[in-house]
């Protein structure tokens, strides 16, 4: 498992650790962090163990998974966590790239950021010719970014019964 960190022009991502915790519990934790999240944010400490918890152990099998995201310039301070991992939907285990940053990081560029890591440690590190994402047809913020690195919407997801279907989104790996 290659857990040394990536570092961008303004941003670290580091493999998640159990002392990682609290801060998923603030983020995920945070009403506005869900408003798109048809499962809503979380409710207790215990939980944000258990997400951690399956972080740790796609670490553990895949070799790469969810970063912890701190800025160079506080990095001990973690403001979203975000990356690369197996997921899966429509019967295709894919390559998919997601995040959620602390309402503080929010409208900084750092979500952009973080997206283009992921996509080139998704081709380069990872060798995949292909990186998905899913998002919700209302959260403009997020396809934004998936429109602004290159991503293309390809498909739709029936994933929350009543509700319209999340968007996917696909990058292909550069010839």
């Known amino acids: 498992m290659n857990t040394r960190p990536i570092t961008t022009s303004r941003l670290i ?17 945070d009403p506005e962090t869900n408003r798109y999240n048809p499962a809503g944010p979380l409710t207790d400490i215990q939980q944000a163990a258990n997400v951690m918890d399956r972080w740790l152990d796609h670490w553990e099998t895949h070799g790469f998974g969810q970063w912890a995201i701190a800025t160079r310039e506080a990095p001990a301070c ?7 991992t197996l997921y899966k939907y429509n019967e295709v285990q894919r390559i998919n790239l997601g995040y959620r940053f602390a309402v503080s990081a929010w409208g900084k560029g750092f979500a952009t950021e973080l997206a283009r890591a992921a996509l080139q440690f998704g081709f380069v590190e990872l060798d995949q010719p292909q990186v998905y994402g899913v998002v ?6 997020s396809i934004k970014v998936l429109e602004k690195i290159g991503m293309q919407h390809i498909d739709e997801l029936d994933d929350v019964p009543g509700q319209a279907p999340s968007l996917v989104y696909r990058a292909t790996r550069p010839v």
């Open 78 to 84: 973690v403001i979203g966590f975000g990356g690369i």
């Open 13 to 29: 991502l580091r493999a998640p650790t159990v002392d990682d915790v609290a801060s998923v519990f603030a983020i995920y934790g």
């Open 136 to 141: 919700r047809p209302a959260h403009a913020a």
